[in-house]
């Protein structure tokens, strides 16, 4: 590899290297330390292609999730079976892996940037702002940089568009499915809402069981199925359809109910 090739981002591949060994490095032990995950599927990750795969996944936190899925992945990929041990795997990282996120987010703080350049898609939300919500239409640049991603390699993406459980899924992501044709690949976590803050960046509590189940991938007819019917499979499969309501963590009910209330409170205008 030159030491300045770049990725079709404009991203120098030898820079995102190390920025993916340091940033491994310095969280691994919130993984497998004072917090342990539990892994389910690496074998999923070792029958992939190289490239035009998109993990549809649940989302918790901001960053927690989307790094704990570039140490499964890597682990995965250097041999692990269902685990994160040995560090090893940070030396040679898949670099041609990207995640979905709302550009303003990603905006936030030094350390933001930092994590976008190591692989963030930055999109702009057609649905909420600053914490506000909006309508806006769908920039067409975000559409492309998907696209760019997935024809370079995967692409980690969170269809609910916000870490609140069991909101519906955005169906964006339904048909990008049905344009590009993707191998879907979903992914099921949970504990990182009780481990993390919800950045994910502090620790809240330790001694957290941690999981992540990566499925197999999903079969899809992309040119006759509906985008509804792929929403629908993509809620069962990430387990976020509404018929999981009823065996949910007490934690979860908790943060669904308060983001509704924060809802309810804003819609009257106070």
Do not use: C
């Not at 995102?16 to 310095?26: C, E, H, N, T, Y």
């Not at 795969?53 to 704990?68: E, G, I, K, R, W």
Request: proline share 4%.
């Amino acid at each position: 590899m030159g030491l300045f090739k770049e990725n079709p981002f404009g991203h120098i591949l030898f820079l995102k290297k190390w920025l993916i060994r340091i940033a491994g490095m310095m969280t691994h032990q919130r993984y497998k330390g004072f917090n342990t995950l539990e892994i389910e599927g690496s074998h999923v990750i070792r029958d992939l292609p190289e490239n035009n795969v998109l993990f549809v996944s649940n989302h918790q936190t901001y960053f927690a999730d989307v790094v704990a899925m570039f140490h499964v992945f890597n682990a995965s990929l250097s041999g692990r079976e269902d685990n994160i041990k040995n560090l090893g795997y940070l030396w040679n990282p898949k670099l041609n892996i990207y995640y979905v996120a709302a550009k303003e987010t990603m905006k936030q703080s030094i350390l933001a940037k930092i994590l976008a350049y190591a692989g963030s898609i930055s999109i702009e939300r057609t649905w909420r702002a600053d914490g506000q919500d909006v309508n806006r239409q769908v920039k067409m640049s975000d559409i492309s940089n998907i696209a760019k991603a997935l024809d370079d390699g995967w692409v980690i993406t969170f269809p609910q568009g916000t870490t609140t459980p069991w909101k519906p899924l955005r169906k964006g992501t339904a048909h990008i499915i049905k344009r590009y044709k993707p191998v879907v690949v979903p992914v099921v976590i949970d504990g990182f809402r009780r481990s993390f803050d919800k950045k994910g960046l502090r620790v809240k509590k330790k001694g957290i069981l941690q999981s992540m189940h990566i499925k197999t991938p999903l079969e899809i007819d992309y040119d006759n199925e509906s985008v509804e019917a792929i929403i629908e499979k993509l809620e069962y499969a990430i387990e976020q359809h509404p018929s999981f309501l009823h065996v949910i963590p007490e934690e979860d009910l908790i943060a669904y109910e308060e983001e509704n209330q924060k809802r309810r409170y804003s819609y009257k205008g106070n």
